[in-house]
Nanobody
Framework: QAQLAESGGGLVQPGGSLRLSCSAS???????IGWFRQAPGKEREGVSCISSGGGITYYADSVKGRFTISRDNAKRTVYLQMNSLKPEDTAVYYC???????????????WGQGTQVTVSS
């Protein structure tokens, strides 16, 4: 069964950094991937996505300039480097198969367990 697994979350102080990983059990060469997050009491929202070849990326306004998405198809992994973290970035982060364009994204894969990111002093 094709699966994606998120990892790399944790507790970090404001201004700190984390790198999340989304590891696949299948080849990612033809798959766009998106990162999403859900904070307590809020709707799940898109954070960033990357096209299958890596040539197209998209970022939500709230994370532009702070987060960077990248992929290593040989390792079947998509990364989300998160810098200058803020308390409002606290959420469970998920990755899933996503159609990614420069103006937006459409998730179409299933949702995994996610990885918790907590930004607090």
């Amino acid at each position: 069964q094709a699966q994606l697994a998120e990892s790399g979350g944790g507790l970090v102080q404001p201004g700190g950094s984390l790198r999340l990983s989304c590891s696949a059990s299948f080849t990612l060469n033809y798959a766009g991937i998106g990162w999403f997050r859900q904070a307590p009491g809020k709707e799940r929202e898109g954070v960033s996505c990357i096209s299958s070849g890596g040539g197209i990326t998209y970022y939500a306004d709230s994370v532009k300039g702070r987060f960077t998405i990248s992929r290593d198809n040989a390792k079947r992994t998509v990364y989300l480097q998160m810098n200058s973290l803020k308390p409002e970035d606290t959420a469970v982060y998920y990755c899933t198969l996503t159609t990614c364009t420069r103006t937006g994204y459409i998730p179409y894969g299933s949702w995994g367990q996610g990885t918790q990111v907590t930004v607090s002093s």
